[in-house]
């Protein structure tokens, strides 16, 4: 089954404690993609990677890192969480072989910090 | 700078009404793409449909349909003989055509199916 795949689904973590949240697709989908979900603004880009090796920041990079060592994996690093970064986390992975495409996206990961 | 309007933030009908969700954007590129997403209550993220900028033929599938107009900058979702099973907070999004190629999200429309 073609999917995009995120864990943990949950996390409850503290302060400073760095943390990966995992991603990984099964599609050979180029272009992969880290979202935050906040009540009232809709989905904001963290970070973007167009194939392995490029990545590149989104609208809200601040307090996180990711890597693009493999095509299907795409790992989000926060080094040291803030109870700001509290979201609703979601990846996902499209074509990107020269035109648009939706974007598939994964289950989520909900992300508490205290 | 790309932004998507979604004035609606919640809508409750009764099932079987049609509703219509609303979607206004802004972006200064000629060529771009629009896409709907459903978010139901278990929360994944669900493709519905994507549009691109010079395709403006309204499209149905199924109860659903949408209607993009270039010339309001809007493309509104209408779902015909709404049900339960329909209830989710839906978004519109806007991606440029080339770059980094963000979904730029609306702040969601929440639809209450009531039974």
């Known amino acids: 089954e073609a999917q995009v795949t995120q864990n943990p689904r949950y996390l409850i973590t503290v302060t400073g404690k760095k943390l990966t949240v995992t991603c990984s697709q099964n599609?050979?989908?180029?272009?992969m993609s880290w979202y935050r979900q906040d009540p009232g603004l809709g989905l904001r880009q963290i970070y973007y990677?167009?194939?392995?090796?490029?990545?590149d920041k989104g609208d809200v990079p601040e307090g996180y890192k990711v890597s693009r060592k493999e095509k299907r994996n795409f790992p989000l690093i926060l080094e040291s969480p803030s109870p700001n970064q509290t979201s609703l986390y979601f990846c996902?992975?499209?074509?990107?072989?020269?035109?648009?495409?939706?974007?598939?996206f994964g289950p989520g990961t909900r992300l508490t910090v205290t | 700078a790309q932004k998507v309007t979604q004035a609606q933030t919640e809508i409750s009908v009764v099932e079987k009404e049609d509703v219509t969700l609303d979607c206004v954007y802004e972006?200064?590129?000629?060529?771009?793409?629009l896409f709907w997403y459903k978010q139901p209550p278990s929360g994944e993220l669900v493709f519905l449909i994507r549009?691109?900028?010079?395709?403006?033929q309204n499209e149905i599938s199924g109860r659903y349909s949408w209607n993009f107009q270039k010339s309001t900058s809007s493309f509104n979702f209408t779902i015909t003989a709404s049900q339960v099973v329909d209830s989710a907070v839906y978004f519109c999004?806007?991606?440029?055509?080339?770059?980094?190629?963000?979904?730029?999200f609306g702040s969601g429309t929440r639809l209450q199916v009531q039974p």
């Open positions: 996902a992975s499209s074509p990107a072989d020269g035109g648009v495409y939706e974007q598939y």
């Open positions: 599609m050979n989908h180029e272009y």
């Open positions: 990677s167009m194939n392995v090796e490029v990545t």
């Open positions: 972006t200064r590129d000629t060529t771009y793409y």
């Open positions: 549009r691109n900028s010079f395709d403006e």
């Open positions: 999004a806007l991606s440029e055509a080339t770059g980094r190629r963000a979904l730029t």
